[in-house]
């Protein structure tokens, strides 16, 4: 606990800025955006880390704030005593988590983002700057949410309730050392279906189940002069679509994802689309003349 409240202190006051604003965007060369990347992904992996042992800590302090209540055979002034030490336990505990909470950093940023970021970096030019722009909010936050659905019944279940969130957490452009552009965006929609039903004890219980469709287009723009582009080729991972653009010609992926969890997709799933799109590069046709 006590590590991650001084890598909390280390920070710039621009990281914690940062965080607090929910976004990271801006131009950077490849090796500054890493530089600030890894030092906001170690904090989060900390505080991810710590957070989880605190709720722990918080559940073990709250349940010895009342158990001792139920002891009879100790004096009662020991009993309260020792009920109040738990209870300030459980109340510092409770602040230091709720402080750690509010500097969250989502998943998809250093499980997503920071390895597709590191791989990109190897086809940039030192000297050359990239444009990104990462939602460091939870896919579920209320700013995110599209609406929620009546109740309704199904099954055993007597009320389902379905919230929708749409999370565009990901987008960029970068110049490749080939003279290539590169643009991409994953964004994530979420249904959130709370159902509620009747146990077997006569009691009513809800659970939560998720269901993420995510989608990830890329879009590479090659010149002319330099590569042509295979239009016959095809893929059974991603919608592609070629256009004409003058001096350019684009490569556009699109691939949807259905997953039951919250979890991040993998990062090779970015890495494939763009390793897809060069797949359709060639060299231009030359006249026979």
Not at 42 to 62: E, M, P, Q, W, Y
Request: hydrophobic share 40%; proline share 3%.
């Amino acid at each position: 606990m006590f590590d991650t409240l001084r890598m909390l202190k280390g920070l710039s006051p621009a990281e914690r800025a940062t965080i607090q604003s929910g976004e990271f965007s801006g131009e950077f060369s490849a090796d500054a955006l890493l530089d600030q990347m890894r030092t906001l992904a170690r904090f989060d992996a900390t505080n991810d880390a710590t957070r989880a042992r605190l709720k722990g800590l918080l559940g073990v302090s709250i349940a010895l704030t009342f158990l001792p209540l139920f002891v009879v055979k100790v004096q009662p002034v020991v009993v309260l005593s020792f009920c109040a030490l738990a209870l300030i336990c459980a109340i510092y505990i409770g602040v230091i988590l709720s402080r750690l909470s509010r500097m969250d950093i989502s998943n998809n940023f250093r499980e997503i983002a920071l390895p597709f970021l590191a791989v990109l970096k190897q086809d940039i030019d030192h000297d050359k700057v990239l444009t990104v722009r990462i939602d460091l909010r939870s896919a579920t936050d209320a700013k995110k949410k599209q609406g929620s659905g009546k109740p309704y019944a199904h099954g055993a279940y007597k009320s389902i309730v379905d919230t929708t969130y749409r999370d565009p957490w990901f987008e960029g452009s970068a110049r490749l050392s080939d003279g290539s552009i590169l643009r991409w965006n994953v964004t994530d929609e979420i249904c959130e279906s709370k159902r509620t039903k009747r146990s077997s004890s006569g009691k009513m219980k809800t659970k939560t189940r998720n269901l993420k469709r995510s989608v990830v287009a890329v879009s590479l723009a090659v010149a002319n002069k330099t590569y042509g582009v295979n239009e016959t080729l095809q893929s059974s991972r991603h919608k592609v679509a070629v256009l004409d653009g003058g001096k350019r010609r684009v490569i556009k992926l699109t691939r949807k994802l259905k997953t039951k969890s919250l979890d991040p997709i993998e990062p090779g799933v970015l890495i494939d689309a763009v390793s897809s799109a060069y797949k359709r590069v060639q060299a231009p046709q030359r006249s026979a003349a």
